[in-house]
């Protein structure tokens, strides 16, 4: 099976999906999850993305979203329908990870923690199962009514993205975040294939005066 697939591997998957209708053996190799895997991962240079781990039969229905799917590359889609968890939160009512979703809607903010060092996370679930996502914008939260209006940026972020809240099969590298700027924008060097994206916050920059506490 494994030649005749790598073989098959020659053709466009058109040309494959048409020798698939000679029998039922050339059907069941047009269709091999390894080989709709190379035809995601040896398309379009904008488009290739080599760390797939998806479930073997997404790997079709994946091709087909990258093809068919109406991806935009000129222009930016907001993927993240909301959000479902947060290693923590302060205030649930009013600093929920859903008020991230919208710079204007509000914060989100973990509880605090006296290790400068320590690090929170937050979940996302995309709107489609099967989301690329090749960058992400972070708005670090200003605080203009403490003195000086300092941000609460972490001090490095990075990104996970996986098919389910709790299992994450990529991660990126961890990126340095401005800490005197209103919008991080974070450019992922390959594109990244999943239905949820974690986003991962190590550190902390600033201690919030009267707990001491570093958010």
């Known amino acids: 099976r494994e030649i005749c697939v790598f ?3 020659f053709l466009t998957p058109k ?3 048409s020798i698939g209708l000679v029998s039922k053996q050339f ?3 047009s269709r091999d999850p390894m080989l709709w895997r190379h035809y995601c991962a040896d398309g379009p240079t904008s488009f290739r993305v080599p760390h797939l781990t998806v479930h ?6 994946l091709y087909r979203a990258i093809n068919y799917g109406g991806i935009h590359c000129n222009g930016e889609i907001n993927v993240i329908r909301d959000g479902v968890a947060s290693s923590s939160c302060d205030e649930v009512k009013t600093q929920h990870i859903n008020q991230t979703l919208s710079p204007d809607e509000g914060f989100w903010s973990s509880t605090g923690s006296a290790d400068q060092s320590s690090s929170e996370c937050l979940v996302y679930r995309l709107h489609q199962p099967i989301s690329i996502v090749q960058s992400v914008i972070i708005f670090p939260y200003r605080a203009e009514y403490q003195r000086g209006s300092p941000y609460y940026p972490p001090q490095r972020v990075s990104f996970s993205m996986g098919f389910s809240p709790t299992d994450f099969h990529w991660t990126s590298r961890e990126y340095p975040v ?3 700027s209103d919008e991080n924008r974070f450019v992922f060097d390959e594109l990244a294939v999943g239905g949820y994206l974690r986003l991962n916050l190590h550190g902390h920059c600033q201690k919030q005066p009267g707990d001491e506490l570093w958010y």
Do not use: G, W
Request: glycine share 0%; charged share 20%; proline share 0%.
């Open 7 to 9: 073989i098959f591997s």
């Open 15 to 17: 040309q494959s999906l």
């Open 27 to 29: 059907l069941a190799y």
């Open 56 to 61: 073997s039969k997404d790997y079709m229905e």
């Open 178 to 180: 401005d800490v005197t």
